[in-house]
Nanobody, 119 residues
Framework: QVQLVESGGGLVQPGASLRLSCAAS????????MGWYRQAPGKQRELVAIISSGGSTNYADSVKGRFTISRDNAKNTVYLQMNSLKPEDTAVYYC?????????????WGQGTQVTVSS
């Protein structure tokens, strides 16, 4: 069974850093773009950052200069380094990947990891 498993969330103070990880496992033939999304209470899910299989990246304006997305293709893992965290970054963060698996292809989602920024 193909799945994405996130880790690294938690409770931090404003200005702190966190690193999220998301590992894909299962019968995977290939992985295309991978990304991080977040959803705050009462708000729609929004794109935070995305990285192509070749390493090209795009960021939401609200996180540019503070967050960095990267991936390790050998480990089928994507990371999100979050620096200078603000209370408005509080949300559940979801990993997403477009994958070709045995018999299908499409978007896969992780279960989400909570990030809370509060003093």
């Amino acid at each position: 069974q193909v799945q994405l498993v996130e880790s690294g969330g938690g409770l931090v103070q404003p200005g702190a850093s966190l690193r999220l990880s998301c590992a894909a496992s299962g019968s995977i033939f290939s992985i295309g773009a991978m990304g991080w999304y977040r959803q705050a209470p009462g708000k729609q899910r929004e794109l935070v950052a995305i990285i192509s299989s070749g390493g090209s990246t795009n960021y939401a304006d609200s996180v540019k200069g503070r967050f960095t997305i990267s991936r390790d293709n050998a480990k089928n893992t994507v990371y999100l380094q979050m620096n200078s965290l603000k209370p408005e970054d509080t949300a559940v963060y979801y990993c997403n990947a477009f994958m070709r698996t045995m018999g299908s292809r499409g978007d896969y989602w992780g279960q989400g990891t909570q990030v809370t920024v509060s003093s």
